[in-house]
């Protein structure tokens, strides 16, 4: 296949999965949080919004222009995957893919039925990507490694896959910077930041900066539609857990009912927890930030000069070209070819 047929069988996918009936979308919902129950039906579409929006026409056509993917050597890349949200590890599918290279995926015990499904679907619409999806459950035989997992296991995978070709992401998170000047919509908007997927992605917020003295009320105020997590019982098992913690050893935080707030250095918060921390001014903390670049996937702000930032609400609404923890996948996948 070249380089136009990938991509017309991956927009014929995009049409496939827009217009699913209601039958089909309904037995996915379930037989996805059959395997993970942090998956919801909500969830599952939005992340199933997310793959149409990849596939689109213009998107796709303005991507791979940047690239010289046509006649590349095929290599079998391996890639292992995480499993935090729904189709997590569908960008790296996709552009291994549309790269021509082989994909042997690992997939996570957590989501690996949408996506099967998803293979299910391209292969009937271009029966000749059955010889290049190869899903195992061990790696072997291949020429490059993408693999997605923890700070822990990342020392795994280089010890492993360090003599490959490869590239290995760690654990990140992402932050908000505030000023005090926003909108009752943008601070509305930070709630899908912090809490779609229930704060599972790297690319949920986790910590905000704030200037001193900052009021959280009109934050927490306008974010009160998502009071609906507390629903979920894992989400509430780890509020209630950490709402005691912080009870019996006396920490400062804040409380709306279902999202604790407490000063913390930190970037990394737990389920149910955002992090704060204040800030004198915003050259400073743009210094700092630059200083934890690495434990960053993205800012949430306004606009922040020398800094790479995404407008509120839009966090979890990534765009092809929105690399995870910064690394140009396709231009490791040209360069493989």
Not at 50 to 75: C, F, H, M, P, R
Not at 154 to 183: D, M
Request: glycine fraction near 6%.
């Amino acid at each position: 296949m070249n380089l136009s047929q990938r991509k017309e069988a991956f927009i014929a996918l995009g049409q496939y999965l827009r217009h699913l009936s209601a039958d089909t979308l309904e037995e996915w919902y379930v037989r996805t949080r059959a395997e993970n129950t942090w998956f919801t039906p909500e969830n599952i579409q939005l992340a199933l919004n997310g793959v149409i929006n990849y596939l689109d026409s213009e998107a796709l056509t303005a991507w791979t222009d940047k690239y010289q993917l046509d006649n590349l050597q095929s290599k079998i890349v391996g890639v292992v995957m995480a499993g935090n949200i729904p189709l997590v590890g569908f960008h790296d599918f996709l552009a291994v893919l549309m790269a021509g290279h082989t994909i042997q995926a690992k997939l996570s015990s957590q989501d690996s039925f949408l996506l099967k499904k998803l293979i299910e679907a391209l292969i009937n619409i271009a029966p000749q990507f059955a010889e290049k999806i190869q899903i195992v459950q061990q790696l072997k035989g291949f020429e490059a490694i993408i693999a997605t997992g923890s700070n822990n296991t990342s020392r795994y995978f280089e010890y492993y896959f360090g003599k490959y070709p490869h590239f290995i992401r760690k654990n990140r998170n992402s932050v908000a910077v505030l000023t005090g000047k926003e909108t009752v919509e943008e601070m509305a908007a930070l709630g899908s930041d912090i809490l779609q997927y229930y704060g599972l992605g790297c690319r949920n917020v986790s910590k905000v900066y704030v200037p001193e003295g900052y009021s959280f009320t009109p934050l927490f105020d306008a974010m009160t539609a998502w009071s609906k997590v507390i629903d979920n019982h894992r989400y509430q098992n780890n509020y209630d857990y950490n709402k005691s913690i912080y009870l019996v050893n006396r920490v400062p935080h804040l409380d709306t009912g279902y999202l604790l707030a407490t000063p913390d250095t930190r970037i990394a918060s737990p389920i149910s927890v955002l992090y704060t921390e204040e800030y004198q001014d915003l050259a400073t903390l743009t210094t700092q930030l630059q200083a934890q670049e690495e434990q960053i996937q993205c800012i949430v702000a306004k606009s922040l000069p020398q800094l790479r930032t995404v407008g509120f609400g839009q966090a979890q609404a990534p765009q092809l070209t929105d690399y995870a923890d910064g690394v140009d996948t396709m231009l490791f996948l040209q360069n493989l070819g």
